[in-house]
């Protein structure tokens, strides 16, 4: 509690600094922000720093919470570079162990991201096989291999569908099989997203960052 009201109270200088009411609606400076970085930092918690600064009128950009962080755009690209798991590449981006809490909600976000990503994918597969002729068992393999968390309809893939068909896909076909396969990948990404805020919420970084870990 005495490390929340030094945040409060410090927090309230940099209102002060930043505009005469503590209701008014202004994006900080470059100057208040590094304070309020080092602040988070001492804190541990920087989402709690940035949502401080919310409470007291200020527009917090998505940069701005990411520089809060004390993250840069390069520290999330070579955490993405490590590959491995959602849970490696996190504890690579932070530079510190998830703690067994965290570990345990995102793996249970990490669930509910792959049992809602069957809808989509399910009906994908449906809509190329009543467009082909195909049966499910013969369209899954074709156009959802495995090894791949979200392919496209490609070059090979219309070629392997054209071989069982024994003929060549017409224009139409084509075209709603492609359609299948866009709706497909906007449902992924919205279902993505949801995926990234709710780990954002688990680790306190920018859901921004957490989004391309995640890529």
């Known amino acids: 509690m005495r490390a929340r009201g030094h945040l409060i109270r410090a927090l309230a200088v940099v209102a002060a600094i930043l505009c005469g009411s503590p ?17 988070a930092e001492h804190q541990g918690h920087p989402a709690a720093a940035v949502t401080q600064l919310e409470n007291f009128g200020f ?62 994918r399910k009906e994908y597969v449906e809509s190329v096989s009543r467009t082909t002729g195909l049966s499910l068992a013969q369209t899954t393999p074709i156009v959802l291999p495995k ?31 492609r ?4 709706q497909k990948r906007s449902a992924a990404e ?4 949801v995926y990234a805020r709710r780990i954002a919420g688990i680790t306190g970084i920018p859901a ?8």
């Open 208 to 215: 921004k960052f957490a989004l391309e870990l995640l890529r």
């Open 147 to 177: 090894g791949k968390q979200d392919p496209t309809v490609d070059i090979p893939a219309v070629a392997k569908i054209e071989k069982l068909l024994g003929r060549k896909l017409i224009a139409r076909e084509l075209d709603q099989i």
């Open 179 to 182: 359609s299948a396969d866009r």
């Open 23 to 39: 209701l008014c609606a202004q994006q900080p400076t470059a100057g208040p922000m590094e304070r309020l970085q080092k602040l």
């Open 190 to 193: 919205s279902l993505q997203e």
């Open 59 to 120: 527009e917090v950009t998505p940069e701005m919470e990411a520089a809060a962080t004390g993250i840069k755009p390069e520290d999330v690209k070579a955490a993405a570079r490590k590959g491995g798991s959602v849970e490696s590449r996190l504890e690579a981006l932070l530079r510190r162990p998830l703690t067994l809490e965290q570990k345990r909600r995102i793996a249970d976000a990490g669930r509910g991201f792959s049992q809602n990503l069957e809808t989509p």
